[in-house]
């Protein structure tokens, strides 16, 4: 279908975007990687009178990493991440996740802050932002702030940005070395979005879990955290009786609904396997 007409303007500078989404009474829509937002232009799900190009934002486009973490711009497209080999020991768990999304062409393309502000209940970065504890840096006509990335998502394709805010870079926390984690997604073919995924991490202290953080896409209308299969690990061994306790709390905290991929019962079967794998892949590492 051929898009709706709309105006087309690619500032050089962050506060001219914000200046043009302001201006525009939440009728003008920024654009970084087109991947998500030609589509719904094109079944007329968005119809903004003006898109703004994001793609001169030079500043938006680098991963950081330092001892506070990794901070990836909102510019950084998935291949960025794919082709970072810093990440493989700065976010493993980032980079695993990333590699799940879609196919090469979209993934030169797709940006990480237009996946955030997508969100899609089933897209991995939303997941590994929830997981992790993200914090997610806007700047809008009111000026800058930081969105915590549990207070960010607010149901499918909802979220805490204003129509004149721009996602600058989102920030995750220092990865420690000897961490343990896992990812496991399941898609009916090789890159389409899951039908259920499960992200998780935990340190130890004399062999027993600490700081689990476990979280799941998928099977809600925004990615979850899962507090109570973190507890169901945190001060255990994480042997086999560990992992099926929490895959059988995965079951027991999310409450997906029948849609035309899959029924209820299955989604949420499918998600504690999810959960089950990515622990098994975390415990077995070294
Ligand atoms: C065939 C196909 C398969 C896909 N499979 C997957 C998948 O498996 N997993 C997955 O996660 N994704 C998948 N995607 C989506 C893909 O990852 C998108 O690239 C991503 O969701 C959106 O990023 P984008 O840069 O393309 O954003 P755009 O499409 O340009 O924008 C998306 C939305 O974000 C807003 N936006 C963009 N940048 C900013 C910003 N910096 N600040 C504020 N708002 C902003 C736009 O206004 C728009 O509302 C798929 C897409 C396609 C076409």
């Not at 009728?27 to 793609?55: I, N």
Request: charged share 25%.
């Amino acid at each position: 279908m051929k898009l709706p007409p709309f105006d087309y303007a690619c500032p050089a500078t962050l506060s001219e975007a914000v200046q043009l989404l302001a201006t525009h009474d939440g009728e003008a829509k920024a654009v970084a990687g087109g991947q998500s937002l030609v589509p719904m232009l094109a079944f007329r799900l968005a119809q903004p009178t003006l898109l703004v190009d994001l793609r001169k934002l030079a500043d938006l486009r680098g991963i950081r990493i330092s001892e506070k973490g990794v901070t990836l711009g909102a510019m950084v497209r998935w291949r960025d991440i794919e082709d970072d080999d810093r990440l493989d020991t700065a976010h493993p768990l980032l980079k695993a996740a990333i590699a799940n999304v879609a196919h090469y062409q979209v993934r030169n393309r797709g940006t990480v802050g237009g996946s955030l502000a997508h969100a899609d209940p089933a897209a991995e970065m939303p997941g590994i932002a929830i997981t992790c504890d993200a914090e997610i840096a806007v700047v809008g006509k009111s000026g800058a702030r930081v969105i915590q990335a549990a207070d960010f998502f607010q149901g499918a394709l909802t979220t805490a940005l204003t129509p004149d805010e721009i996602i600058v870079e989102v920030r995750l926390p220092a990865w420690p070395k000897g961490r343990r984690w896992g990812f496991e997604e399941f898609a009916r073919r090789r890159g389409d979005f899951a039908m259920a995924g499960a992200a998780g991490f935990y340190d130890q202290n004399d062999g027993k879990a600490r700081n689990a953080h476990v979280g799941v896409i998928g099977v809600a209308d925004r990615p979850l955290r899962l507090p109570s299969v973190e507890a169901a690990l945190n001060g255990r061994i994480i042997d086999q009786a560990a992992i099926a306790a929490a895959e059988a709390a995965t079951c027991a905290a999310v409450d997906p609904q029948d849609d035309i991929h899959a029924s209820a019962a299955y989604r949420r079967a499918l998600v504690g396997t999810m959960v089950e794998r990515a622990l098994k892949r975390a415990a077995a590492r070294q």
